[in-house]
């Protein structure tokens, strides 16, 4: 019975919590949202673009 009122306990403060946590409005969403793809787009190109080269400069090495 302490583990489950301990549970209750916490429930209840995090509940208290999100309260208190500033939300952002829904064009900030979108626009932070909108940020991260874009940057995870381009990260991910730029990985992929190394990844390329440096293959293809692994197979000219091994190659000869």
């Known amino acids: 019975m302490k ?3 301990r549970l209750g ?3 209840r403060e ?3 919590e999100l309260k208190r946590v500033q939300w ?3 064009r900030e969403f979108v626009v932070y949202t ?3 793809i ?3 787009v381009v990260f991910g190109l730029l990985f992929w673009g190394l990844d390329t080269a440096f293959l ?3 197979r000219l090495v091994i190659s000869n």
Do not use: H, I, T, W
Request: aromatic share 10%; glycine share 4%.
């Open 3 to 5: 583990l489950l009122k």
């Open 9 to 11: 306990q916490y429930l």
């Open 14 to 16: 995090v509940r208290m």
């Open 24 to 26: 952002p409005s829904r």
């Open 34 to 36: 909108g940020m991260v």
């Open 38 to 40: 874009f940057a995870v």
């Open 56 to 58: 293809a400069l692994l």
